[in-house]
């Protein structure tokens, strides 16, 4: 841990104008006759080599450590509405249990809202080992403050070492709040999860727009805590058997109130989502004008596809920004992918190298897409596509003569 601090004693009005200047951030504010520091500051130290002599001063201390044998197991949070369980707890689950494989923890679930014991039943044959319930008529419906109480009164309980949390609407508001209060860490948007032996957790995600993969770790703070997209982890098979065991647990009411009161419920018309499809056309900017998407929506036919895109054709207006693959749109992990005049950025690649099977056209043979790919065709998406449409066409009709 380190810190700057200000030595107010020896700031005047002559050397008070000098040290301001000096900061290429603005992070140093003259307030009330006292000098402040705000969230600009890089932490660089500039202020202490070049602004006036003494009145700055860079300390670093010694960083508090946690007693990481007090903290064990592999926590995740089941994310649902109404007690219909979001399919990424069941790929959080998955990885939990690999994680908890290294270090032999055992994998808890929390589960947070009202008339879910039976649905809690069902986890049980993911190889759960502990679900724990919080099942109270407060918290039927998702409101921050107790929900974020009872996840509070979790951790305190179980200590577990980490906590894994869907990136969903929900996760995303939950997660934060929790890491707050334990003042731990919260890596958002993991695409890979590794368990050190010494029971650190490796986080990494994207960064710096997708050019380079950070690896983060919270060596001196526990709860480790990550989220993570749906369809980037792999779900594990259902079991028979069933060999956890469910703890309903009790929390203070008062801790449940809240200052959000739930007048109605309206549920949104389910919408077609691109991450539960099981075929996908993604197309680039090699796709010239919106009139040629008319070759795309027949091949995506043919195929039972859904269609999708890269930011260009997003911001073009040819496709709905709920259609986007990538880091700022969706992640999908099909049957089968074909992309379609994309050079492959990992922006666009970290939302779909977990396909089954790449199929990527591109007339440019050095695209990064086909480092990715499992099949490539080298070609301009204007001879190819028709082609490929003649070609089903042509294949299924021999198919109905025989």
Aim: aromatic share 6%; net charge neutral.
């Amino acid at each position: 841990m380190s810190k700057l601090i200000c030595n107010q004693e020896k700031v005047n009005e002559s050397n008070v104008e000098e040290l301001i200047k000096v900061c290429p951030f603005g992070a140093i504010e003259f307030k009330e006759g006292k000098i402040e520091i705000n969230a600009g500051c890089k932490m660089c130290k500039l202020c202490v080599k070049n602004g006036p002599r003494g009145i700055m001063e860079f300390i670093e201390t010694e960083a508090l450590k946690v007693d990481k044998s007090l903290w064990r197991g592999i926590g995740v949070y089941v994310d649902h509405v109404e007690g219909d369980i979001h399919p990424v707890t069941m790929e959080l689950i998955g990885k939990a249990r690999e994680l908890a494989a290294v270090v032999n923890f055992p994998v808890y679930c929390v589960f947070i809202g009202h008339n879910i014991k039976a649905k809690a039943m069902e986890l049980l044959h993911y190889g759960i080992d502990e679900i724990f319930v919080y099942d109270y008529e407060e918290l039927k419906d998702f409101r921050i403050e107790p929900y974020t109480a009872a996840f509070e009164d979790f951790v305190n309980r179980v200590k577990p070492s980490s906590l894994l949390v869907g990136a969903t609407t929900v996760g995303r508001s939950l997660a934060p709040r929790v890491a707050a209060r334990f003042r731990t860490g919260l890596t958002a948007d993991c695409t890979i999860l590794e368990m050190k032996e010494n029971t650190d957790l490796v986080q990494i995600r994207p960064a710096f727009g997708g050019n380079i993969m950070a690896q983060i770790i919270s060596p001196n703070t526990r709860p480790q805590m990550a989220t993570v997209r749906y369809k980037v982890m792999n779900a594990p098979q259902k079991l028979c058997d069933s060999k956890g065991k469910i703890t309903i647990c009790e929390i203070n009411k008062a801790k449940l109130t809240s200052k959000i009161e739930v007048l109605k419920v309206t549920k949104k018309d389910v919408e077609e989502n691109i991450s539960d499809a099981e075929i996908i056309i993604a197309v680039g900017r090699a796709l010239k004008s919106e009139k040629d998407m008319d070759m795309v929506e027949e091949l995506a036919e043919l195929l039972h596809a859904q269609i999708a895109g890269t930011r260009p054709l997003i911001e073009a207006g040819f496709i709905d920004a709920k259609k986007q693959i990538g880091l700022s749109g969706r992640t999908v992990k099909p049957k089968l992918i074909i992309t379609l005049g994309i050079s492959g950025a990992v922006q666009f690649t970290a939302g779909m190298n977990n396909s089954e099977r790449i199929f990527a056209i591109n007339k440019d043979e050095n695209a990064s897409i086909f480092n990715v790919a499992h099949y490539g065709i080298v070609g301009d998406i204007y001879e190819i596509v028709p082609q490929l449409i003649k070609d089903i066409k042509n294949s299924r009709a021999e198919y109905c003569v025989r």
